[in-house]
């Protein structure tokens, strides 16, 4: 079969100081630390074959992710930008989903040409933190399309266990197709349900909210956000493209920060108010963080999702005196995330359609890549087979 292949160069950073557990699984923990000079190409890759519980499937859609573009562009002394868990050469792609053609013989739950998304987070089950109902943070975790082979290729083998059927968006939507790409959605838009529900609880139907940038996973929140009766939901993005996407998810308002203070916007629509829960998706919380803070309502909450390898200035006297609370947010397992947000995709009420900007065969994946470091786009998606 064929495959977006990522390589790189194993060279530490000066300073860096390698642990024996990296040595030891060629794992890098912080991947902007040690891969250099990545080199992307799609190429050829033996074909998947299925263990006892695993099924292949037949991948029909695969979302190019912001953590593609960190793969693809380096900083000025050639390391790749993504600051987590890696290791290549490897197939990337995570975003995905497909059509089961061959099983193990131990899968039961799974049959020929069932059509699922999957889990990107490959916990193991058996680890403290998973047996204590943490798989997000397991000790023994693979990524797909980080530390083993991915979806941006012909065919994928994964473990059954990781597999969510999306017959229900199929039968809503009376199109397969429309119903694999809606599925490759399924993770980015878990990541954002995990981050808002599951870790910071939520907020209160009425509530107002607030969304800085608007990626994928930023549209996804937006998305929630509305479906789940925010009083109001008002969204920062740098790009006009995006913004517009912002207003077809959902967004009653949408402002660029280079043209407004964010707190000020934010203060004055809500009366003097604040804003009583805030999803930081940008990736940039030296800038974002703040603002947040300065409109931040009594009891209000801030979720970071948006990866940055950065420490962030934050005035603790303002949490404590509003009763505010942060909270950190990796990953997406657990939780029944997967269903419901598959449930809410199959309701009607989350449409991230109209944020799919754009659809690539296997062999232009690079250029997908490459048109995503714009930033103007939605969700462009990969198609391989």
Known sequence: MKGLVLDAKWDPRPGYQVSEWEKQTGKAITGNGIWRHPTLQVTDWPDPTPGPQDVVLEVMAC???????HFYETDKDG???YPGLTKFPTILGHEFS????????QVSSLKMGDMVTVEEMIWCGRCVNCRNGFPNQCTNLEEIGFTIPGAF?????VDEKFCWKIDAIAERLGNVEEA???GAMTEPTTVAYNGMIERAGGFRPGQYVAVFGAGAIGLAATGIARAAGAGKVVVFEMTAERRELAKLVGADAVYSPADVTPSEVLMELSDGAGFD????????????????EKAMAINGRIVQIGRAAQRVPMYLETFQVRHGQVFGAQGHSGNATFPNVIRLVASGRLDLRPII??????????DAIAASTKRTDGKLLVKPN
């Open 153 to 157: 290729a012909n065919y994928i083998a």
């Open 180 to 182: 694999f790409e809606l």
């Open 98 to 105: 497909g059509r089961v053609i061959a099983t193990g013989p």
């Open 277 to 292: 829960f805030f999803v930081e998706a940008a990736g940039a919380p030296v800038h974002t963080i703040p603002e947040m």
């Open 357 to 366: 900007t754009g659809r690539y065969a296997l062999d232009q994946t690079v």
């Open 79 to 81: 390391y790749i930008l």
């Open 63 to 69: 979302g190019v992710c912001g953590s593609d573009m």
